[in-house]
């Protein structure tokens, strides 16, 4: 009888804490756009691969640009949606960014966002709301 009791107040507070755990959020809303953005597989993955092939070129360890390294949680999602409605970095006012077009920088910014520092933050609204 010990035994069963244990057993279901274990289950019960593995219960409690999954159902307080957040998962990643699914959207943005990007305030340069004005459009709560729906996360997919697609324009995730894309943003990566952007990511990569442009942030990444400059953005790695020991590079001679003296770039900061950059990895999708070096900032908050409150941060990197500040970098990019902003423009205020180095590489947005020097015209690194004007290969991209908008859509691309949004997608990067999507991959930013949904793997950011504060991701699984349960106390942080999922939604554009």
């Not at 957040?22 to 997919?40: G, L, V």
């Not at 690194?96 to 349960?122: C, H, M, V």
């Amino acid at each position: 009888m010990k035994k069963i009791a244990i057993v279901l107040i274990c289950g019960f507070l593995l219960l409690n804490l999954l159902s307080r755990a957040e998962a990643s959020p699914i959207k943005r809303c990007d305030k340069t756009t004005k459009i709560c953005r729906i996360f997919t597989h697609e324009t995730l993955w894309d943003g990566y691969k952007l990511f990569r092939s442009n942030c990444k070129s400059c953005h790695y360890r020991g590079n001679k640009k003296h770039a900061k390294f950059l990895y999708t949680e070096s900032k908050v999602r409150k941060g990197w949606n500040r970098v990019f409605d902003e423009k205020y970095t180095r590489c947005a006012k020097d015209g690194s960014w004007g290969k991209l077009t908008k859509e691309q920088l949004a997608r990067i910014n999507d991959y930013l966002f949904k793997n950011a520092a504060d991701t699984y933050d349960p106390y942080d609204a999922t939604d554009c709301g």
